[in-house]
């Protein structure tokens, strides 16, 4: 068992309570302001002390909702018309203040930002129990205790806003934690942190829920960290319906191509055995940890191999430096001609090889240093990335990723001669003559929201171009088909859901064709299908020719499409190179507060299939049974 991992026996059955429940959810259905149709639609069960539960569903199910809909800011802080019953310790969530049900549910969002309001870490995680109207020092060893669980408490008294995303998660989390509620709702609370952070919170949630007498009910979609911390699945179907609730065992292993198909996110070790039981792997019970994927491999002959089994066993190898484009097609004529597509399945090309025309320099970053107030974030930062790649920049929180492709976009000025995209200097450039060379995506896509409808949002760039309205509004419906959220066309963005928000956010990006797309964490928010369909958009922006910059923590992410990885560190880049020699330095990812990728983990060092060992990435694995065709 990892330190992740907990022990079932200590967990209640499925489902099971002794006494009344913490949390009792009823048939219920919410519909939000403007709105006609309820996400949730219809969800019933109850949550026991000690049970760490988690809520799945694709986008736009109405898990962020449900969550808000437990501790009372639904109906009485976001008006919304609720429907069924929602108890929480036996008060009615309707009936009662959110201030009373604060001391019951502790809630971290989906966008800290959300959620910080003072000065100081100290004063931020105080906050809460001050408001109890605790003793002093009960205060002051609550939020002692929260800030070492996260590793803040070093930092508790400096700004909020001089952490990073993730530093900033990592304190919304302790401020959950010092309340002391016995229920603790965390909606993507590891979506910003890198992966040595995600351990740790988890391990401090671990920790937290041995002692009994709480619970946890998790919104997540990195279920390769989270596979091991919970005990009990609940699933939310498109139409925000009850899909399914039960096990680990009786959800994620035995339903899982019901949930694929579904949508929903998969553990990447359980996406590799599914395909790996299509080439004729029996894999039985299904894997979800790259641990018990590397275990059930090396305990089974498995198929015979056969070159059209093999075929895709291509391994790391196959990425490589980016292949020059002989005519670039701007994407806005690709967003002009799209028509609606399905849900993409997972991209099966390769990742782009070598070429024998090097690529001209297109984004040059020489000599960059950033600070912010006395810190310095950014230290002569040398870089070049060049017309056609697609690249990713990693790193620990607060190494400086962010703010690098923040600058690239001109989003924080740079100082002059420092960055430069072709011929434009960047720190010269008005925002309009930067807007056509660069699409930027930020982490939290409300930052970029500025008119009171998605189709107005999507509109906006191209009206600025003095476009005819009548091809405004067809590249807009265009793209908003594309993008999956058309229905949503009238409704305010910041009534989407996480998912939706970011979708329209990647969607305002790109509608005016620039030739570098920039995203900040792109599959934040987002389910299985729409991650895929999206990421798919990108291969096939960057096949067309745009550069592609990817801000992530999501090594398989990084594994899957990206040809070069920039490693960054202590405001530093440390190592840019094709990614499987990057992935192939382990000691370069431990000494950057990463992971290797979770197929990495699982197949290297196997000794019963070497075939499989040096596979890095799904697109490579066999998928075929012997004498058949992949």
């Known amino acids: 068992m990892t330190a992740l991992e907990r022990d079932p026996a200590a967990a209640p059955a499925a489902g099971a309570a002794s006494g009344t429940p913490l949390l009792q959810v009823r048939n219920l259905a919410v519909t939000h302001d403007g709105e006609t149709t309820p996400t949730p639609a219809s969800v019933t069960f109850d949550i026991a002390a000690g049970e760490v539960v988690l809520l799945l569903g ?58 910080l309001v003072t000065g100081t870490l100290l004063d931020e995680v105080a906050f809460g129990p001050e408001n109890l109207r605790m003793p002093v020092a009960d205060v002051l060893a609550r939020a002692e205790s929260a800030l070492r669980r996260v590793g803040l408490w070093e930092r508790r008294g400096e700004n909020p806003d001089r952490l990073s995303g993730g530093g900033r998660q990592r304190l919304a989390i302790a401020c959950a934690l010092a309340m002391g509620s016995p229920l603790l709702v965390l909606d993507e609370p590891t979506a910003n942190l890198d992966p040595r952070g995600i351990e740790e919170v988890y391990e401090a949630l671990a920790e937290l829920i041995a002692e009994g007498d709480r619970a946890v009910l998790l919104v997540e979609h990195n279920l390769d960290a989270a596979a091991g911390f919970v005990d009990r699945v609940v699933v939310l179907d498109q139409q925000g319906c009850l899909a399914a609730d039960g096990s680990v065992d009786e959800v994620l292993r035995l339903r899982a191509d019901e949930l694929h198909a579904m949508g929903v996110w998969l553990p990447v070790s359980a996406l590799a055995a599914l395909r790996l039981r299509r080439a004729g792997f029996t894999l039985d019970p299904l894997p979800l940890t790259p641990a018990e994927l590397h275990e059930a491999l090396d305990a089974e002959a498995g198929p015979a191999a056969s070159p059209a089994t093999l075929r895709r066993a291509q391994g790391p190898q196959a990425i490589a430096e980016p292949r020059a484009v002989a005519q670039r097609q701007p994407v806005a004529q690709l967003q002009a001609a799209a028509e609606p597509q399905p849900v993409a399945a997972p991209v ?76 434009l200097d960047v720190s010269r450039a008005d925002s309009r003559t930067l807007s056509s060379r660069i699409g930027f995506v930020f982490q939290n896509p409300e930052h970029q929201f500025i008119a009171h409808t998605v189709f107005d949002e999507v509109a906006h760039g191209l009206r600025l171009q003095h476009l005819a309205e009548d091809e405004v509004r067809e590249r807009t419906v265009a793209l908003l088909d594309r993008f999956g959220i058309a229905d949503k066309a009238s409704s305010h963005p910041f009534l989407l859901s996480g998912g939706q ?33 999206l990421l798919a958009l990108l291969r096939e922006l960057n096949d067309e020719g745009t550069t592609i910059l990817v801000v992530t923590h999501d090594m398989q992410l990084v594994a899957e499409y990206a040809a070069r990885t920039i490693v960054m560190a202590d405001g530093r880049v440390v190592r840019a190179g094709a990614t499987a020699d990057v992935f192939a330095d382990d000691e370069l990812i431990e000494g950057a507060g990463l992971r290797p990728p979770p197929l990495r983990r699982a197949l290297r060092g196997l000794h019963r299939h070497p075939e499989l060992a040096r596979i890095a990435r799904l697109a490579d694995l066999p998928v075929a049974s012997p004498g058949g065709s992949p």
């Not at 008006?79 to 009373?100: F, H, I």
């Not at 024998?356 to 006395?374: C, F, H, Y």
């Not at 064709?513 to 599959?523: I, K, M, S």
């Open 348 to 423: 099966e090309a390769s990742v782009p090889t070598n070429t024998e025309t090097p690529l001209a320099a297109l984004i040059e970053v020489r000599d960059l240093t950033l600070r912010r107030g006395r810190t310095t974030v950014l230290h002569d930062v040398e870089l070049t990335v060049r017309q056609g790649e697609f690249a990713a920049v990693v790193g620990a929180n607060g190494a400086g990723k962010t703010t690098l492709v923040q600058a690239i976009a001109g989003v924080i000025p740079p100082p002059r001669g420092t960055v430069r995209i072709g011929d």
């Open 501 to 533: 928000k970011r979708r329209l956010s990647v969607g305002t990006a790109l509608v005016t064709g620039a030739p570098v797309l920039v995203l900040d964490e792109p599959t934040f928010g987002q389910d299985r299908a729409r991650a895929d369909e």
């Open 58 to 115: 694709p986008s736009g199910s109405g898990k962020s909702t449900l969550a808000l809909a437990l501790n009372g800011l639904i109906p009485h802080a976001l008006p919304a018309e609720v429907s069924g019953r929602v108890e929480v310790g036996g008060d009615d969530t309707v009936r009662t203040s959110v201030a009373e049900l604060s001391r019951r549910v502790a809630m971290v969002f989906q966008d800290p930002d959300a959620q």
